[in-house]
């Protein structure tokens, strides 16, 4: 069984997220799509909610599960038996520390990265600029699936809701 795991944080999932996910799964037998749930309090989506979300987005995809993980991404791999961790790089700004990040890891457990080259149509796309861009009001509806969008957009109002009567 060849296991690969794509971790992030999926605040919120992007389509740039799924394109790799979708990938990763025609490269392995199953593909763990790991959601990084250490506190944290610049999340918009708390964990339940991310994990939620990438259960929607991934449910087309037969052999992609999705689980969160706390503390070393190495040691989730060796729990699960998985040896390969799958990552997009967008553009030459990831490649630093994506290269340090899988160097440590492999120097710590018997697992190998594997880089996806970003589809050019998403290269430019992070959760962060999604959630900076639909606060001030643009229209991300092309770049998240629909129900995040929804998602996204009531959170955003909430949010606003709350600092204006504070
Ligand atoms: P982001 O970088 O969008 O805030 P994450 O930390 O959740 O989100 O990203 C997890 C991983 O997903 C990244 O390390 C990267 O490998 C991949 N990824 C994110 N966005 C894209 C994208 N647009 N294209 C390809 N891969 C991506």
New binding site residues.
Partial sequence: MRRAV??????PV????L??VQRASTLFDEVVVAV?VNQSKNRLFNAEERIAMLEQACAPFPNVRVDGFKGLLTSFCQEHGIHAI?????AVS?FDY?LQMAQMNSSLTDVETVF?P??PE?????????KEVATFGGDVSGLIPDFVNTALLARLAERAAQSGGA
């Fill in positions: 794509c971790p992030g944080s999926f605040d992007t389509n740039g997220h394109d790799i990084g799958v990552k997009g790089l967008r990831d994506e996806v970003t589809s998403y290269s430019f796309l992070a959760s962060s600029l999604v």
